[in-house]
């Protein structure tokens, strides 16, 4: 008689943070139909390890050291066509979401989220579907009733404050218990999202904008 298992979804993470890694790929491992094939903690290391192994969905963080998910995505889209790419981000705006999706992601989820969104994500991706965070409507609805508003998180926020007071970058980490690398993606993001390039042209935005 023919075999009529079904064969178990491979799934490649892709995140630097190792024990946030070891931690989806128990979740994920925990699960019926879900194999986890590799964990990469580097951009450079996905493209040489899909030429080895068939990949059915990518978990890829957008902040990796070596090269930004948006543009890995870009790389992975068109070579490698059975993958589908399930973005996993603490990234919870718009842009991001919309710009990992133009990238070339099926799906997106954020980091916070629950055990069972993030297996709704992987349902949804890996069954040819694409999926949205529970939250992203939500943020669409605040764009369109205070667009001047909608760029910007609260922690951004929170980020730009202390900037603006003239904290650095360690200090903000310490007050926020964030890394210092967390709060210079945070710096990253906000001069992208608001067009500037320096903190400077941030406090005269900021003023301008009554953020403080």
């Given at each position: 008689m023919p075999d009529l298992k079904t064969a178990a979804t491979r799934l490649l993470i892709v995140d630097d943070h190792r024990l946030f890694a070891e931690g989806i790929?128990?979740?994920?491992?925990?699960?019926?139909?879900?194999?986890?094939?590799?964990?990469?903690?580097?951009?450079?290391?996905?493209?040489?390890?899909?030429?080895?192994?068939?990949?059915?969905?990518?978990?890829?963080?957008?902040?990796?050291?070596?090269?930004?998910?948006?543009?890995?995505?870009?790389?992975?889209?068109?070579?490698?066509?059975?993958?589908?790419?399930?973005?996993?981000?603490?990234?919870?705006?718009?842009?991001?979401?919309?710009?990992?999706?133009?990238?070339?992601?099926?799906?997106?989820?954020?980091?916070?989220?629950?055990?069972?969104?993030?297996?709704?994500?992987?349902?949804?991706?890996?069954?040819?579907?694409?999926?949205?965070?529970?939250?992203?409507?939500?943020l669409v609805k605040k764009e369109q009733i205070d667009p001047k508003h909608f760029r910007l998180t609260n922690r951004e926020l929170e980020i730009i404050r202390l900037i603006t007071d003239g904290v650095n970058t360690r200090n903000i980490a310490s007050a926020l218990f964030l890394s210092t690398r967390t709060v210079e993606t945070h710096r990253k993001n906000i001069y992208r999202k608001l067009g500037i390039h320096t903190n400077v042209e941030l406090t005269l935005y900021a003023r301008k904008m009554r953020f403080i």
């Open positions: 790929r128990f979740l994920i491992e925990s699960a019926a139909g879900y194999e986890v094939v590799g964990m990469l903690h580097s951009g450079q290391d996905v493209i040489p390890f899909l030429e080895q192994h068939p990949v059915d969905v990518m978990l890829l963080d957008i902040d990796l050291p070596d090269l930004s998910g948006f543009d890995l995505a870009k790389s992975i889209y068109h070579p490698y066509p059975n993958t589908r790419i399930l973005a996993v981000s603490m990234l919870n705006d718009t842009q991001s979401i919309n710009r990992m999706m133009d990238a070339g992601a099926a799906g997106y989820c954020i980091k916070s989220a629950g055990r069972e969104e993030l297996f709704a994500a992987i349902g949804a991706v890996s069954s040819g579907n694409h999926y949205w965070p529970s939250t992203y409507f939500d």
